[in-house]
């Protein structure tokens, strides 16, 4: 989208020669913006500076007074001191400098004896000459708020006399929160990302193909135009075969361009399932591909759509993209017989692929293959963006670094060809800034060696205690840096990845860390650090808790998980998204004291039935009709299924369907118990968590249904229902759509996480 008229990151670095010949050149190359607290420049802002040119003015010289104590020189007080020019080319006219062509986010950085310029090609650009120069001096904005500001102490404060023209490697970099946050956070993180350089450009993606087409035809008037699902048409996805759909579609984003002219790319990703229409017109587009997802490709088919929606778009805007997800079990793979038009814009999500990993790590399959998946996509358009999850969002705020992936991985970006990327974070600070400074950096300069970015971030942030810290965060990252296997999303895995020697490591650094900072700031982040560790420490101490250990004493550990978040709540609203935390961290306490906890481990179980394009979940099979132990039915290629018991160990709460059948195709099974009350009726709850789909039948009648593909958490779904007094039947059919395949069960007292009491739990019928 852009060009330069030089390579795009050109560093110009001249010191005057003249000066460094003369005798004592050394002092005289510097420029001083304060001398013993007191301010030597005087700001002069164009000829109409923009909102965000008088934002970082204000920030200049507030910081530089934060930093120096020197206010900075007024119009009556200029005499003598050295100008400061901040912003546009355009709206600065005699200038005695030559400014290269700047581009809307290049800057021209220019300081010398008398004079310093701070020169945008648009207020985006001064913005980036401004926080260069701040940089320069030694500022760092490590993470949001007054937490996260580094900045030097001294009433002098110089530059080097120099020349520099720069613009960053890609258009896009953000890193926002999925959760969300409050309106006060989102102005830190706004702050953040100006002082790091970052910049969202009018370039939009997000689940959005049903919302355009309901502008002119809401579902309820024409359910013709969306997508057919087993003879029915739901609110899924659309029609994308219908002429009228397309034309509408069409419409919808013609209007809204009229109203935001500045768009330079309307999202038309698919909504967030893999429910595409199943009309002949539109199954006639598909190609027959298997995608890498997992199932029969509809790239054919939505790139048709695509091309359509451009072709119809192109006369009044010509220029404008239309973004598309390559995402799903069913659309990520590129198109095969079907031509990209050259206005296709794509996110490339992450989400299929390995979660600890990137490009730049040649040792990991999954990142390799998402490599080549990239490489596939830019050979069918240059608008191709990368949506990576930072973390996993089933991470609960865990420690889970992702800092030298991004400092490997962003130079093998560049040379592909990406513009930039779309990281979905979290408001979760004290376990990842590193993750989100380093990233930061390497969006803005995808070349430069990390190592001594990543050190120096260290240095800035915990200072005297930065040795221990080092030590730190070398040690966090040591064993999942280095894993082979695939790091799937979910927190199962997690103390593989955090054994608890590196936990016991990483508690030595920080006991040092901790024992050497003096300044309050750095206790403060220390602190911070500390807290995070806490979690970790305590999540990985709960799931590792071997058959030694009481059940009093587990309740200590869940106690310590639930202090730490609860620390971090109260301390920084930026440290943790504790709501978040407390949903994924303390659902694993199931794994332990199953029976203590309500869940029932053992079952009857029937399987592995077909679900090839997960049909298996509404498709009716024997057990479902009735459920007869003694019979067998034709299961999966044919082969007989015929009920067995299913029985881990006493105290584990997740019954692992996958060590029973060892599937990691689609297919589903079913699971039978017999639940007696002496008393009632009884209002309970059935708590259940499936990897992946889940329906629960209460005496023969469908009570909760959920085609949903996920990694099991104890009670992700909680159903109320009824017992009756006497003897009840629960079956429950469990699918699988790759990797793990299980599910925790128990049933509760209403709105609690106590077992019902009075009940009789049995893998067999009544008499
Ligand atoms: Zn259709
Ligand atoms: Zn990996």
Redesign the pocket.
Known sequence: MSFFHFPSRTFLFHLLAALALAPGAYSESLVFLAKDGTAQFHLILDSDPSGLDTTVAEDLVGTIEKISGAKVSTEDDKEGKIQVYLGEKAEFTNLPIDIPDLEEESYFLKVTPNAIYLIGGSPLGTSHAAYTLLRQVGCRWVMPGEIGECLPKSKDLSLKVQERFESPDFSFRDIWYAYGCSAEASKRRADWLRRNRMHRPPVQHGHNLTNTLAVFAPFEERPDLYSLENGVRTKNQICTSNPEAVALVVKAISEYLKKYPDTQAYSLCPDDNTDFCECENCTALDSGHMDRGGRPSVSDRYQVFLNQVLEGLSKEHPDVLVTHYAYNENHTDPPVNTPVHPNTGIFLTTSV?????GIG?E?????MDFKQLLSEWTAKTKHVYIYEYDPVPYSGGLPWPMWDAHGREMKVYKELGVQGFSFEGQDSWASYFPNYYIGAQMMWNAEQDYHPVFEDMLDSFFHEASAPMKEYYRILASKIGS?????EWGLLDYPKYFPREVVERCRQALEQAEAKASDPIIKKRVEMVRMSFDEMDAFTAMKTAGPETKWDEYQQMVKRLEDSIQRMDITNEDFLLADIAREKTLAGISDRFAMEQGFINKWRICGPFDNVGKEGHNRVYGPEEGVDLTASYTGKEGETASWKVCEGPEWQGYVDLKAQYDQDNFVVAYAVNWITLDQGPKEVEFRVGSNDSVKVFLNGKEVWTNPISRPASADDDIVPVTLPKGTSQVLLKIGQTGRDWGFYFRITEPNSTTPVSGAEISIDPPK
């Open positions: 692929f390995c979660s600890a990993h790590d040792f990991c399959d999954s990142r894993v082979e296997k695939k790091v």
